[in-house]
């Protein structure tokens, strides 16, 4: 009963927001504001990188056109600003590559277990053909990726058991991130995969409804889901980028001159944001080492050979399939 009110509330504020958006995202005085939400806290070094565009494209367009920034997912989950962004209620959102993956199926390789080496090999995809064919064939779908920021690689952190092996992994409960690829991916490494949305997540933790959850070092600082998690295992399974995503109904309204003015403020961005992730990283291992987590450094050989069917699966795809034997071979 009390779950049927809270979900009926959460609508009901999510079409009053929707209604309060719709009706002050345009035109105000004689500059534009994008409205532009995401999930993480505001210490996250992805929200430094959007800060970075903020600043650049108020000072490209001498302050003509704007960015509005709701961090902390104060308008919902990423599936939920990614909806906003489909019927045009918000104009921009940043969310995991794995979150657009529900929405525009080409991303789906982005959570292929191992399939980057490293991040020299991600970024030379991410920047490349490859990177351009996935944000602009996001438009199909009313999202169009305007630039991917480093998200690192994904490992898997535990409340009390530590992980050596694929085989430790069996019967935890590990929060996973909404979509299939996510499900797949730590279910087939053994573990039992739970998909919630991330800002669920630390109750969970707490409560025992999940025994460990996987993410990048700055998320599981930020998130403070250390403060419950004794391990953290650097298998490094995934690397998913983050995806700054702009709703083609808001896209299309711009002139050349705006277009421009974005995109050259969003490459500005990415090149800061990096510098941002990697002072941040080196941070919080400090801190998480004197915090008292322990860090465990598995062989990766088995965690590689057991998540090999992800791939398999997906190469099934006659459209993913190029995509993948293209990063393969690069
Ligand atoms: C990363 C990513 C977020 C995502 C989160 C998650 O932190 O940057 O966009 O929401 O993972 O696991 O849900």
Not at 24 to 50: E, M, Q, R
Not at 176 to 202: I, R
Not at 271 to 281: F, G, L, N, P, R
Not at 282 to 309: C, H, Q, R, T, W
């Amino acid at each position: 009963m009390l779950k049927g009110y809270f979900k009926f509330l959460s609508v009901t504020v999510f079409s009053l927001v929707s209604l309060f958006l719709l009706s002050s995202c345009a035109t105000t005085g004689n500059h534009k504001v994008l409205y532009f939400a995401h999930s993480l806290p505001t210490s996250h070094p992805v929200h430094k990188g959007i800060l970075a565009m903020q600043e650049s494209l108020h000072s490209k367009s001498d302050g003509n056109l704007q960015l509005k920034i709701f961090p902390d997912g104060q308008l919902g989950s990423e599936r939920e600003a990614l909806e906003l962004l489909q019927i045009g209620s918000i104009a921009m959102t940043k969310v995991s590559a794995s979150a657009l993956s529900n929405f525009a199926p080409e991303y789906q390789i982005t959570v292929i277990p191992y399939l980057f080496r490293d991040s020299e090999h991600l970024f030379n995809n991410l920047e490349g053909e490859v990177g351009q064919q996935l944000l602009e064939g996001g438009t199909e779908y009313l999202l169009r990726g305007i630039c991917f920021y480093d998200a690192g690689a994904r490992s898997f952190y535990t409340k009390d058991r530590p992980v050596h092996s694929p085989s430790d992994l069996d019967g935890l409960k590990v929060r996973v991130q909404n979509d299939q690829m996510s499900v797949d991916m730590a279910n087939t490494l053994g573990a039992s995969a739970t998909p919630m949305a991330f800002g669920e997540l630390y109750t969970a933790l707490q409560q025992n409804v999940v025994d460990g959850a996987e993410n990048n070092i700055p998320s599981f600082v930020s998130s403070n889901h250390f403060e419950v998690c004794k391990y953290y295992i650097f298998d490094e399974h995934t690397m998913v980028p983050d995806v700054v995503i702009i709703g083609t109904k808001f896209w299309d309204l711009l002139s050349d001159q705006e277009k421009g003015w974005l995109e050259a403020a969003a490459q500005e961005s990415v090149v800061k944001q990096k510098q941002y992730w990697a002072e941040t990283v080196a941070e919080n291992m400090k801190m998480l080492k004197e915090a008292g987590v322990e860090f465990i450094y598995p062989d990766k050989a088995p965690f590689v050979s057991k998540s090999k069917p992800v791939m398999e699966r997906l190469m099934k795809d006659s459209k993913l399939r190029p995509i993948i034997d293209k990063i393969n071979s690069n």
